[in-house]
Structures are given as structure tokens and as C-alpha cells.
């Protein structure tokens, strides 16, 4: 009989909600993002629920949006992703630390050097999030006016990850003999200089710390487009989906798997977490208050040109607290229409309370009890929509207990979600093989 599949669970921890409004939240940590006591509290209580791993966002800017919206966004002060998992790495043992760094704007020696750091700093616990950057303000911050056209930006990816896997591949995992009696400390057979040049890196390495304790820190990537997905097919072993359905994330684990075997690697090389907000109460009906409360502190006057972009018309003359009106077809994306249309009428929402759903956040939701939600994950994970969840908070402390304190025990009740750590780096709790050196192998 085929192992029971289990669940893999990580934590979105920077910033440490995506809800617009989950920082106003009676009893939410305001600061959280820039409070290290807190994020180490959190990363904790994360571990001893036996998660995956912690995994930190990056943007290299402040959000791209007008002023009066940015100023209510809990977004704009928080740490580096490398610094803060350092210091995360000192206060836990075992779970997973996995970071943001952009192929657009850093070198690969620089971040081949810090993941490498951070991989024997925490002794194998280190994940790199491959992005390409869409935000042009970013841009900005690095003497350019706008960003690579998309695609480009992808190929200078791939590119950017080969340079970096060279180089943590640099010295073979015996090179450091450390002889104290013969003086000798490293045998240089055993040290390769990657000597890379192309039109866009020239990077001669060796790189100056020895090959990550996992050969490699485990490489995550969120692209959903074309280019994305293939970016991700070919370098990725966990990818973090964006469906909003169980259809929608059913295709897109096909259509990775198809990609996999056109590729000749296995089957599950790729673990799949879809990006989840989970909003919990001991009923139904507590669960719904609760999303409620928290959406009714979304700014209604900043979330009404989402709503109008939504809808394709402009919805500023509507009646707030009245349902929506009729609403005709438009030249604009049509499904997105639908999709708004169908969300107000089945949750039976004013104006104003759809408007404060889709600018608090728009996607993936589990709302229900601890034993509706893993339901539905289960179903997802037997669907072979998920391997897993990349879990969002709506706000902290409380947001992250209620998945802790309640949907992980019932998770660990159905043999879906591990109970102890079996083994010690990241790489081990998602069940991924340890990558070989290109140009080493151990003496024997
Ligand atoms: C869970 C998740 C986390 C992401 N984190 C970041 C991030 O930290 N920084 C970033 O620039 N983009 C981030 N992205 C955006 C993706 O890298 C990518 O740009 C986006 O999914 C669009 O993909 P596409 O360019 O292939 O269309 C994230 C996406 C998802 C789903």
C-alpha cells in the first residue's frame, strides 16, 4: 500500500500578514514586522508545531501604491530577509529559514556567499526564494528607471542560479583536512575556481566559505506565468502557487508535473504550497464574524479603485452599505467581472463590505473551524492540488495560535502533518534529496 501523503506547512512570517488591516486587529502586535522579540516568539511557536520552515518576502522597495494607501500599510518597515533569518537561525533549532533575494539586482558571489552563510549558520536550514522583481520602483534603488522587460528577466534568472549552484559547489565537502601537524589546511585538488564568463556575469569564484551543509540551501520560486513556471520546472524544488481554486491549483500542479517529465526529472522533484490565509473560530459563524471584523478595517475610500479596477466600471457613486447594483458588461476582463459579481451575491455583501474584502486580501482563504480547514487542505493535498500550504496569517499573535494551538493538532490527529521532526535540515523535512557536486565526488 502507497505511504500516506503528508502535509508540508510553511509559515509566511515577513511581512507577518498580507491583510491590508490585520495590524489593527484588537490584540494584533502593530510592530510586529520590526519587532525581532516578536518574530523570534513567532518562529519558535512555528517550530515547536514542527512547521517546514519560516519564509520571509522581499521587495527591495516600498510597495508600489499612492501615498494614501501606503500610509496605512504595515508593509513599509521591515528587515532584510538574510539579516532577520540569521538571527532567527540563533533562537531555533530546526525549522526551515527561507529567504527572498532577486536575480535582478544583487550579484551571484554576493548571495551564493550569503545562503552558503546562512546554511551553516543554522546547520541546514537555509531555503532560497529565486524571484525576478516586478515592482519598477525597485528599479529605482539600483541606478536603473525600470525594470527588465518580463522574460528577460527570467532568462538572466536561470542564468543567475547556475552562476550561484557553481559556486557553492566550489570545494568538495572533504576539502578542509585542517592538518594541524603537516600545516596543510585545505587540499586545493579538491577546490574548483567556476571561472564563468558570459555577457552577463563574470564571476571567476572560488566562492570563500565551504559548500552549504545541504549541498545547496532548498530553491523556492512563485512564478506563475510562462516564463515563471518554466524558470521553476527547471531549477525549482518548491514552488509557492497563487490559485484561488481547487480547479485552478489542480491544472497548475499538472502542468508542472508535464513540465517535470519533459525535463527528465522525477516526478516529485517539486514540492507545491499554495499560498493560504487561514481564518479560524470554534464555529462557522465565529469564523465568518472574525473576517468580517478584520475586512471592516480596511480604508473603504483606498479600497474602492480596486473594487472599480475589479469590476470595470467606476463603483465610486454606489451606495456604500447597499448591495451591489446591477452591473453591466464591460471591455474588461470579463471573468474577474464574474468572479466579484459571484463573491458578493454568495456572501449576500454591500458595496462597501466587497470593496473591504478585495483590498484586505484577495486571495486563498480557508475560513471555518480547526476541522472544516483541514478538510479542505486534505482535500486539496489527495486532489493533488497541493503538496502543501504556504500559510498566511491574517494578524499576530493570535492568528498564528489558532493555527498552532488548534489546526496542527487536529492536522497531526489525521496523520496528515508530522508530529516530531524526523530529521534536522530543511531539506530532510521536505523529504528532497542532498544535490551531488558537479565536479566532485567523495574519495572513497
Ligand atoms: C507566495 C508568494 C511569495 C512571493 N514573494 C515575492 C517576493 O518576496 N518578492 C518578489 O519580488 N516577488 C514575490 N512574489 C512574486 C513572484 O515572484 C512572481 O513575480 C509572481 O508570482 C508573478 O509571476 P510571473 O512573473 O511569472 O507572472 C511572490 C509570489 C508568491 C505567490
Not at 508535473?257 to 470554534?282: V, Y
Not at 476541522?371 to 493535498?381: G, K, Q
Not at 499573535?397 to 493538532?409: F, I, N, Q
Request: net charge negative; proline share 5%.
Amino acid at each position: 500500500m502507497a505511504a500516506t501523503r503528508k502535509l508540508h506547512l510553511c509559515a509566511f512570517l515577513k511581512p507577518v500578514s498580507l491583510h491590508g488591516a490585520g495590524w489593527r486587529y484588537p490584540g494584533a502586535w502593530a510592530d510586529a514586522n520590526l519587532n525581532i522579540g516578536h518574530l523570534k516568539a513567532l518562529a519558535q511557536q512555528l517550530e515547536r508545531s514542527c512547521f517546514d520552515a519560516v519564509f520571509t518576502a522581499d521587495h527591495l522597495a516600498l510597495l508600489n501604491m499612492p501615498m494614501e494607501a501606503l500610509q496605512r500599510s504595515h508593509t513599509v518597515s521591515t528587515f532584510e530577509p538574510l539579516t532577520l533569518l540569521s538571527a532567527l537561525a540563533a533562537s531555533t533549532d530546526r525549522i526551515g529559514l527561507v529567504g527572498t533575494v532577486s536575480t535582478s539586482f544583487e550579484q551571484p558571489y554576493h548571495v551564493a556567499r550569503r545562503f552558503a552563510s546562512l546554511d551553516h549558520i543554522s546547520g541546514g536550514r537555509a531555503g532560497w526564494n529565486v524571484v525576478t522583481t516586478y515592482n519598477p520602483d525597485a528599479a529605482r534603488n539600483f541606478g536603473n528607471q525600470d525594470l527588465r522587460e518580463h522574460d528577460d528577466r527570467y532568462r538572466l534568472a536561470h542564468e543567475f542560479h547556475t552562476v550561484v549552484r557553481g559556486l557553492w559547489d566550489s570545494w568538495a565537502d572533504d576539502a578542509f583536512i585542517r592538518d594541524q601537524a603537516t600545516g596543510l589546511y585545505f587540499d586545493p585538488a579538491r577546490l574548483q575556481v567556476l571561472d564563468y564568463q558570459s555577457p552577463e556575469f563574470a564571476v571567476r569564484g572560488p566562492l570563500n566559505i565551504a559548500r552549504p551543509i545541504q549541498g545547496a540551501p532548498v530553491i523556492f520560486q512563485a512564478g506563475a506565468s510562462e516564463a515563471g513556471r518554466q524558470l521553476a520546472a527547471e531549477t525549482a524544488e518548491v514552488i509557492f502557487g497563487s490559485e484561488t481554486t481547487l480547479e485552478g491549483a489542480c491544472s497548475f500542479y499538472a502542468d508542472i508535473q508535464r513540465r517535470l517529465l519533459a525535463l527528465g526529472r522525477p516526478e516529485l522533484a517539486i514540492r507545491i504550497m499554495p499560498g493560504a490565509m487561514i481564518i479560524m473560530g470554534e464555529t462557522m459563524a465565529e469564523a465568518q464574524v472574525h473576517r468580517a471584523r478584520l475586512d471592516s478595517l480596511v480604508d473603504y475610500a483606498q479600497c474602492l479603485p480596486t473594487l472599480s479596477r475589479l469590476l470595470g466600471c467606476d463603483a465610486s457613486g454606489f451606495a456604500p452599505d447597499d448591495p451591489l447594483p446591477e452591473i453591466p458588461q464591460t471591455n474588461e476582463s470579463q471573468s474577474t467581472r464574474a468572479f466579484v459579481l459571484e463573491l458578493a451575491s454568495r456572501e449576500g455583501l454591500t458595496v462597501r463590505q466587497l470593496a473591504q474584502r478585495l483590498g484586505g486580501y484577495g486571495g486563498l482563504t480557508f475560513v471555518g473551524t480547526a476541522t472544516s480547514i483541514a478538510d479542505e487542505m486534505e482535500h486539496w493535498l489527495n486532489a493533488r492540488g497541493a503538496d502543501g500550504f504556504n500559510i498566511l496569517f491574517p494578524h499576530v499573535p493570535l492568528g498564528v495560535a489558532d493555527v498552532t494551538d488548534r489546526l496542527v493538532p487536529e492536522l497531526q490527529r489525521r496523520s496528515l502533518f508530522r508530529t516530531n521532526y524526523e530529521g534536522a535540515t530543511l531539506r530532510e523535512h521536505l523529504r528532497l534529496p542532498q544535490p551531488g557536486n558537479a565536479f566532485f565526488r567523495l574519495k572513497t
